[in-house]
């Protein structure tokens, strides 16, 4: 049924748990699922409860594959803040992927074009992704697409936007070490997966969301083209959805789904 759904709850944390447990029901129907793995801190939440599903036996998710959506350009994949690493730490290692089953951008590929036609290539022979996991950007962004990208992107390099330099900064040492470039699934990629989650939490993201939610679609909020998605889903806290107009609504609704369409 075609929809897109926005979740409003009380905290963080529950952002995470929810989203999880959304993870967790594909993955249960389809144990070799294929997952599409944002990095940042949105999902985080996601990955360290799915990681405490593993351990308690409740998720079995060693036939997961999974398919990250961006990659920095010019860092070595074992840079501890590669997303290839990133990747390793918070869901390779912890929820027991085969690392032979993750999939990553080559950021450090010698012929660029090749390595993105490489990379569509690989999801195809996948076949497609069943559920991407996404954050947003405060300026919209979601994989690295920045403002005005283009609908029917496909992987490419990107020149980050100086606001995304700033945001990722804390991850570096030294804000001169954060990448001018990567490498991201575009937003034609991103808009074959059969299903979106995108999560957000916290006061930076609400004008990020309520335009993406909210606004007109248009490519200066790459986000918004959720809005054209037939199964998107929108995870969020109270302060990500403070921009909102419709919280009520939302919240409302909610609160009446009938028991058999909750996850
Ligand atoms: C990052 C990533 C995106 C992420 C976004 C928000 O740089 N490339 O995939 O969703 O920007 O990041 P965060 O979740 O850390 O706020």
């Keep these: 049924m075609p929809a897109m759904e ?21 993955v249960t129907r389809r144990p070799e699922a294929v997952v599409g793995l944002a990095t ?26 999974g398919v990250a959506l961006d990659e920095y350009v010019g860092i070595p994949a074992e840079h501890p803040e590669s997303y290839r690493s990133v990747i390793t730490r ?8 085969d690392p032979g089953n993750v999939f990553v951008p080559d950021g450090r590929a010698t012929d660029i074009p090749a390595a993105c036609a490489a990379y569509e290539a690989a999801i195809r022979g996948l076949g ?3 559920i991407q996991i996404l954050g947003i950007g405060a300026n919209g ?16 390099i990107k020149t980050l936007a100086p606001q995304t330099r700033a945001d990722n900064a804390r991850f570096f040492a030294d804000p001169d070490e954060v990448p001018t470039h990567c490498l991201t699934q575009g937003l034609g990629t991103i808009m074959d997966a059969h299903e979106l989650l995108l999560v957000a939490q ?21 986000g918004s083209i959720l809005q054209f998605h037939p199964e998107a889903t929108v995870v969020i806290d109270e302060t990500a959805a403070a921009d ?20």
């Design 6 to 26: 926005i979740i409003i709850l009380p905290t963080p944390a529950e952002v995470g748990r929810l989203a999880a447990r959304k993870i967790a029901q594909v």
């Design 40 to 65: 940042g801190s949105s999902p985080m939440a996601i990955y360290a409860e799915l990681a405490a599903q593993v351990r308690s036996g409740t998720l079995d998710a060693r036939r997961v594959r």
């Design 90 to 97: 918070q869901v390779t290692e912890p929820l027991g992927l």
């Design 128 to 130: 497609g992704v069943d």
């Design 141 to 156: 962004h979601i994989g690295f697409n920045e403002p005005t990208s283009s609908f029917a992107s496909r992987t490419r």
């Design 202 to 222: 916290g006061e930076a993201k609400a004008a990020a969301i309520a335009a993406a939610v909210e606004g007109p679609v248009t490519s200066i909020c790459p």
């Design 244 to 263: 909102l107009q419709l919280v009520d609504y939302y919240k409302h609704t909610y609160a009446n789904k009938p028991d058999w369409q909750r996850f």
